[in-house]
């Protein structure tokens, strides 16, 4: 069973994430998500995290960074490049809710709403850190070959 037809005979679903796109907020093998089916016609904001199907299908869990008219676009927590064109018929859930570290953190809990916003906020400096990082670690690289 497949997580539409979990959630078309469920409405909500427990789950464990894979991967490390939601960094720091969600780690596997440690913490869940609890989502609920996108209602027919619903139509998600800026900062929802989203659960969404990447063609062929694969199953994708990011936040909403912007909504355009025919769709959105979504970036992981722990990512340098946005996804654009994501059409609304692809996305399939929206998180209620996660268990970090043990305790459950509803998205309407306050702290949680300041951290997506900060969190997206300092995404520009995030990206310049990174990208710094993998400069000096390929100089350093370079040197070591000398």
């Given at each position: 069973m497949n997580?539409?037809?979990y959630?078309?005979?469920h409405d909500s679903l427990v789950y464990s994430n894979k991967g490390v796109s939601m960094l720091p907020?969600?780690?596997q093998g440690r913490d869940?998500?609890?989502v609920?089916?996108?209602r027919e016609g619903e139509r998600l904001k800026k900062y929802?995290?989203?659960i969404y199907i990447?063609?062929?299908h694969d199953y994708v869990l990011h936040r909403i960074i912007?909504?355009?008219e025919d769709g959105y676009v979504f970036l992981g927590d722990n990512c340098e490049n946005k996804e654009y064109g994501i059409r609304e018929e692809q996305v399939i859930a929206v998180m209620t809710a996660f268990v970090h570290k043990g305790k459950q953190i509803e998205v309407n809990n306050k702290g949680y709403i300041f951290y997506s916003r900060f969190w997206y906020f300092v995404y520009p400096l995030r990206r310049m850190c990174r990208r710094s990082k993998r400069f000096i670690k390929n100089i350093i690289k370079s040197i070591g070959r000398k």
């Open positions: 997580i539409e037809q959630l078309s005979d907020m969600l780690r869940l998500m609890i609920r089916r996108k929802d995290v989203a990447r063609p062929p912007r909504v355009d």
